[in-house]
Nanobody, 116 residues
Framework: QVQLVESGGGLVQPGGSLRLSCSASGLTFSRYAMSWYRQAPGKERELVARISRAGSTNYADSAKGRFTISRDDTKNTVYLQMNSLKPEDTAVYYC??????????WGQGTQVTVSS
């Protein structure tokens, strides 16, 4: 079955960096657009960044200039490099795969906490 497994979350001080990874299995990775979403306590899940099958990217305004999404189709992995982290970036970060026939899959999430 399809599995998306996120890793790389943790506790970081404001201004610090983290690199999230999402490893996919059970699907043809190159046929899927990949995204990172996040959900903070009491808030709705929101899109952070998306990368298409061809590698084009788009970002939420809150992520522009600080976060970079990338993918390695040889490793079936999508990354989110997060720099200059702020306390408001604290959330559970989820990996999403969106493919043909409106197929969509989610990972279990990884916690990111930005605090001094």
């Amino acid at each position: 079955q399809v599995q998306l497994v996120e890793s790389g979350g943790g506790l970081v001080q404001p201004g610090g960096s983290l690199r999230l990874s999402c490893s996919a299995s059970g699907l043809t990775f190159s046929r899927y657009a990949m995204s990172w979403y996040r959900q903070a306590p009491g808030k709705e899940r929101e899109l952070v960044a998306r990368i298409s099958r061809a590698g084009s990217t788009n970002y939420a305004d809150s992520a522009k200039g600080r976060f970079t999404i990338s993918r390695d189709d040889t490793k079936n992995t999508v990354y989110l490099q997060m720099n200059s982290l702020k306390p408001e970036d604290t959330a559970v970060y989820y990996c999403n795969a969106a493919g043909p026939l409106k197929l969509e899959f989610w990972g279990q999430g990884t916690q990111v906490t930005v605090s001094s």
